[in-house]
Nanobody
Framework: VQLQASGGGLAQAGGSLGLSCAASGPASSTTTIGWFRQAPGKEREFVAAIRWSGGTTKYADSVKGRFTISRDKAKSTVFLQMNWLRPEDTAVYYC???????????????????WGQGTLVTVSS
């Protein structure tokens, strides 16, 4: 599985940005695509994830109600719509794939085998 993330940029607090993750390679009914982020000096953390089949989603508490993850099967792309951005959302965002995940492992960074390159999101106050 190869992943290509895009869409980062600069936004003001309260604004919106959208990220895309284009996936290539085999996707099974158990494939999960997740978004993670890493702020300077901090560990990489879970943001959101979606099951390729069925569309079950999971969010970190810090982004619930502000971020929305979705997928377009025909385009093999996962999106992360980020609204009501805050300065603390500033980070490099990565998409990742877990080919054989179960629901309980969706937030677990160690369960993701494939990673795309990061895309920088900067939110100014």
């Amino acid at each position: 599985v190869q992943l290509q993330a895009s869409g980062g940029g600069l936004a003001q607090a309260g604004g919106s940005l959208g990220l895309s993750c284009a996936a290539s390679g085999p996707a099974s009914s158990t494939t999960t695509i997740g978004w993670f982020r890493q702020a300077p000096g901090k560990e990489r953390e879970f943001v959101a994830a979606i099951r390729w089949s069925g569309g079950t989603t999971k969010y970190a508490d810090s982004v619930k109600g502000r971020f929305t993850i979705s997928r377009d099967k025909a385009k093999s792309t996962v999106f992360l719509q980020m609204n009501w951005l805050r300065p603390e959302d500033t980070a490099v965002y990565y998409c990742a794939a877990n080919p054989h995940g179960i629901l309980s492992t969706m937030p677990m960074i160690g369960s993701y085998s494939y990673w795309g390159q990061g895309t920088l999101v900067t939110v100014s106050s």
